[in-house]
């Protein structure tokens, strides 16, 4: 008899291609905006590990023709028929590549949203000390192109490093949260934090 985690994962497969999206991961991203309200029609998104695709077309869908959709990824993603999505490809740490999403955004953006993740070994504390890095990462980006009072949604493993982390994030937002949606599989340590309310880092 197949386990929970593989009856729900093939679940949340088929629902994501029913429903159009190219990643079941999509269907969490979702599930975030809709129990958080992140995302509403007209702002700026930009995604960050954006391969290859589903946050961006939820993005998309939530933010409306009047909003803009920047996606990011080291991998080439297939382009969308949406013409309020940029793709761009490079490493978020790049400083030409940040100059390329002040450029797309006009300045700032609204909202950010990280599903960046490592290529896994299986050995959870080297797998979550990269995600950390990640996820490090896409919190620097956010204090040089996150609006005051943004909002953003980072993916992070539990593990030993997730407390000093969180403690990071809630230094720069009013209101971090920690959530599992339920498309993760169970045994996963996978969650993502949910923040509002961006103030900058305060170095």
């Not at 994962?9 to 969490?28: C, F, H, T, V």
Request: charged share 30%; proline share 3%; net charge positive.
């Amino acid at each position: 008899m197949p386990g929970k985690d593989s009856v729900l994962g093939d679940y949340y497969y088929r629902e994501a291609k029913r429903q159009g999206y190219r990643s079941r991961s999509a269907l969490k991203l979702l599930e975030i905006c809709q129990r958080f309200r992140i995302m509403k029609r007209g702002e700026a998104v930009l995604d960050l590990g954006a391969a290859p695709g589903g946050w961006l077309q939820v993005a998309c869908r939530l933010v409306g023709e009047e909003g803009l959709v920047i996606g990011v990824d080291i991998s080439e993603i297939e382009p969308l028929p949406f013409k309020n999505i940029v793709i761009l490809r490079g490493d978020a740490r790049s400083t030409e590549l940040q100059e390329s999403i002040a450029r797309a955004s006009g300045g700032m953006v609204d909202v950010i949203t990280s599903d960046m993740a490592p290529k896994f070994t299986g050995i959870h504390d080297v797998d979550h000390g990269r995600q950390i890095l990640l996820a490090g990462i896409a919190l620097d980006l956010a204090d040089k192109v996150l609006r005051p009072g943004g909002k953003m949604v980072i993916k992070v493993l539990m593990g030993s490093d997730f407390e000093a982390f969180r403690r990071e994030v809630r230094s720069r937002f009013s209101d971090v949260r920690i959530f599992k949606p339920s498309a993760s599989r169970d045994s996963s340590s996978e969650v993502y934090l949910v923040c509002r309310g961006f103030r900058g880092s305060l170095q």
